[in-house]
T-cell receptor, first 119, second 115 residues
Framework: AQTVTQSQPEMSVQEAETVTLSCTYD???????LFWYKQPPSRQMILVIR??????QNATENRFSVNFQKAAKSFSLKISDSQLGDAAMYFC????????????????FGKGTLLTVNP | GAGVSQTPSNKVTEKGKYVELRCDPI?????LYWYRQSLGQGPEFLIY????????DSGLPNDRFFAVRPEGSVSTLKIQRTERGDSAVYLC?????????????FGPGTRLTVL
């Protein structure tokens, strides 16, 4: 079974600085997707960024970028120029990919990292 | 609608009672998912609908939990004989097709408290 581990329960960063959130996962699959979701106090999970495992290039979305290390099964999220609105719970998630279908839709989440942004 | 909506936002019930949680997905999305998020945990998969049918209900914890999506849009998660351990936030998500890597859009969840 796939597992996702986020080893940092809490992180803090000063406004305008950079922070990196860690995520490791365990899978025997060769193809899969990885995601970072943000969950503010409103509870609504918002997709921040996604990465296809077959793509070697790291995904970027504005101030958010990932460091995807497939061999190490590591998928960290870097937030640059941190803003007060970035404060939230961040979840790393995995979903498999199989040409034969299977449970391609099923997201497996880590326990999350609570990010605090200090003004 | 513009996004996934869930009602009620909060539900408090007594042990042993029956509850229904509603999810209204993004219009046109054929795939719908339910997850449960316990305190201090990430969401855990409960059930996946493709259209009207439950394609995968392997995450439902026991037979007290049931979900329906009769017309392929709105879904209802039903919990019978609630227990204190059922207290959690129940999240609903939808996606356009349910295919690999399909982005799942989440609702704000229903916080269920069983006294």
């Amino acid at each position: 079974a796939q597992t996702v581990t986020q080893s940092q329960p809490e992180m803090s960063v000063q406004e305008a600085e950079t922070v990196t959130l860690s995520c490791t996962y365990d899978t025997s699959e060769s193809d899969y997707y990885l995601f970072w979701y943000k969950q503010p106090p409103s509870r609504q999970m918002i997709l921040v960024i996604r990465q296809e495992a077959y793509k070697q290039q790291n995904a970027t979305e504005n101030r958010f970028s990932v460091n995807f290390q497939k061999a190490a099964k590591s998928f960290s999220l870097k937030i640059s120029d941190s803003q007060l609105g970035d404060a939230a719970m961040y979840f790393c998630a995995y979903s498999p990919f199989s040409n034969s279908g299977g449970s391609n839709y099923k997201l497996t989440f880590g326990k999350g990292t609570l990010l605090t942004v200090n003004p | 609608g513009a996004g996934v909506s869930q009602t009620p936002s909060n539900k408090v019930t007594e042990k042993g009672k029956y509850v229904e949680l509603r999810c209204d997905p993004i219009s046109g999305h054929t795939a719908l998912y339910w997850y449960r998020q316990s305190l201090g945990q990430g969401p855990e998969f409960l059930i996946y609908f493709q259209g009207t049918g439950a394609a995968d209900d392997s995450g439902l914890p026991n037979d007290r939990f049931f979900a329906v999506r009769p017309e392929g849009s709105v879904s209802t998660l039903k919990i019978q004989r609630t227990e204190r351990g059922d207290s959690a936030v129940y999240l609903c998500a939808s996606s356009s097709s349910g295919g690999a890597g399909d982005t799942q859009y989440f609702g704000p969840g229903t916080r269920l408290t069983v006294l």
